[in-house]
Every structure is written in structure tokens, then in C-alpha cells.
């Protein structure tokens, strides 16, 4: 089976950094697209970042400049690279993939929590 995993949350000050990664194993023929969602306390769940498998990257407005999306595809590993926090980064933070075995589809991680103090 496959199986997302995030790690790299935590609590840090407004301005702090944090690094996310998210790894995928299990019986994977190719990874396409990853992004990585959040969904702040209270508020419904938004994309932030996107990047394809040739490592093009998008990003939301509120996030630019701030935040770097980068992948591994050996490691089939994708990162997100967060800086100068705001409080209003708050939120669980969720990677997604587009994972092609034996089909294609879409997998979920459990998500890590990212808090930032003001």
C-alpha cells in the first residue's frame, strides 16, 4: 500500500523558520504532482503549494517569497521550506500526491501541526 508521511511541525515565534518533508513509500510506479494543503483552526482547508514532477512550482499570494516547495524524486520525498512565519500560518499542515501504481490517484497524509506565537 501507499502511505504519506509528514514530519517537521512544531511551535516556533512569528519571523521563525520551519522545514516540512513529506515522504511517500510503498508499491510506487511514479509520483506526478504534490502539493501541500493547510487548514487553519476553525477555517476550511486551502492549497498553498504545488510542484509538478519536472519541479515546477506554485505558490498562493499570501506565501510568496516566504515559502520554497522542492522534491526528491529518488527519495520520492517533498519538502516545504517556510520562513519568516506569521501567526496566520497557523494550521495542520497536509501533503497530497498524485501517486501512479497499478492506477492512478490521489493519497492523503495524516498531516503535522505548525503553531506560530505572536
Known amino acids: 500500500q501507499v502511505q504519506l508521511v509528514e514530519s517537521g511541525g512544531g511551535l516556533v515565534q512569528a519571523g521563525g523558520s520551519l522545514r516540512l518533508s513529506c515522504v511517500a513509500s510503498g508499491s510506487i510506479g511514479a509520483i506526478n504532482l504534490m502539493r501541500w494543503y493547510r487548514q487553519p483552526p476553525g477555517k476550511q482547508r486551502e492549497l498553498v503549494a504545488s510542484i509538478t514532477s519536472g519541479g515546477s512550482a506554485n505558490y498562493i499570494d499570501s506565501v510568496k517569497g516566504r515559502f520554497t516547495i522542492s522534491r526528491d524524486n529518488a527519495k520520492n520525498t517533498v519538502y516545504l521550506y517556510m520562513n519568516n512565519l506569521r501567526p496566520e500560518d497557523t494550521a495542520v499542515y497536509y501533503c497530497?500526491?498524485?501517486?501512479?501504481?497499478?492506477?492512478?490517484?490521489?493519497?492523503w497524509g495524516q498531516g503535522t501541526q505548525v503553531s506560530v506565537s505572536s
Open positions: 497530497n500526491a498524485y501517486i501512479l501504481t497499478e492506477i492512478g490517484r490521489t493519497y
